[in-house]
């Protein structure tokens, strides 16, 4: 299928690690957006992109945390010295364009356990 | 306060019966718009339907409706024909198109069909 990809699924790291996340968008999507799922919660916004420009990223929660999509398609967001309150699921959604009508579409997540 | 309310944590439903899953908003942007997604245990989040602010009908997606009430700020979503398949988390999400394109998402009904 030619949907979301995000790698790995589940990541464990110690406390004090880096990690990196990966997301593949849909080819030919414009804009691509990362959310944190706590446990029991709805998503929670982190950051977005369109093309590799960075435009909001309002909901990162520390300058522990770092994205980037240097060539406007596949995207990474990077913790540093992870602590145990970055335990979540990290989604990465894409959509065609930054429209109000236009849909995000999401990846299965990454579940990152902290511990 | 709350931009998106999900009074119902959780329900229950028998197959082949219809359920309304609640949602209220709050905003003062005129344009926004209004996204239903479904998350199975798998962790994916599915879209299912949309609502835009200056929509004069109710959206409708297969099974799914949704009861658009601008003056109630509320955006009701209503599945027909309930099936085995549909016992998922629900997530009401809003992206106000003065803010850009992030989405906020309520906290989630879990529903539940009974066979």
């Known amino acids: 299928g030619a949907g979301v990809s995000q790698s790995p699924r589940y990541k464990v790291a110690k406390r004090g690690q880096d990690v990196a996340l990966r997301c593949d968008p849909i080819s030919g999507h414009v804009s691509l957006f990362w959310y944190q799922q706590a446990l029991g919660q709805g998503p929670e916004f982190l950051t977005y992109f369109q093309n590799e420009a960075q435009l909001d990223k309002s909901g990162l929660p520390s300058d522990r945390f770092f994205a980037e999509r240097p060539e406007g398609s596949v995207s990474t967001l990077k913790i540093q010295r992870t602590q145990q309150e970055d335990s979540a699921v990290y989604l990465c959604a894409s959509s065609l364009v930054l429209g109000s009508t236009d849909t995000q579409y999401f990846g299965p997540g990454t579940r990152l356990t902290v511990l | 306060a709350q931009k998106i309310t999900q009074t119902q944590p959780g329900m229950f439903v028998q197959e082949k019966e219809a359920v309304t899953l609640d949602c209220t908003y709050d905003?003062?942007?005129?344009?926004?718009?209004l996204f239903w997604y479904k998350q199975p245990s798998s962790g994916e989040m599915i879209f299912l339907i949309y609502q835009g602010s200056y929509d004069q009908q109710n959206a409708t997606e297969g099974r799914y409706s949704l009861n658009f009430q601008k003056a109630r700020k509320s955006a009701n979503l209503v599945i027909s024909a309930s099936q085995l398949g549909d016992s998922a988390m629900y997530f009401c999400a809003m992206r106000e198109v003065n803010q850009g394109g992030k989405l906020i998402f309520g906290q989630g009904t879990e529903l539940s069909v009974k066979p």
């Open positions: 905003t003062s942007d005129p344009s926004y718009g």
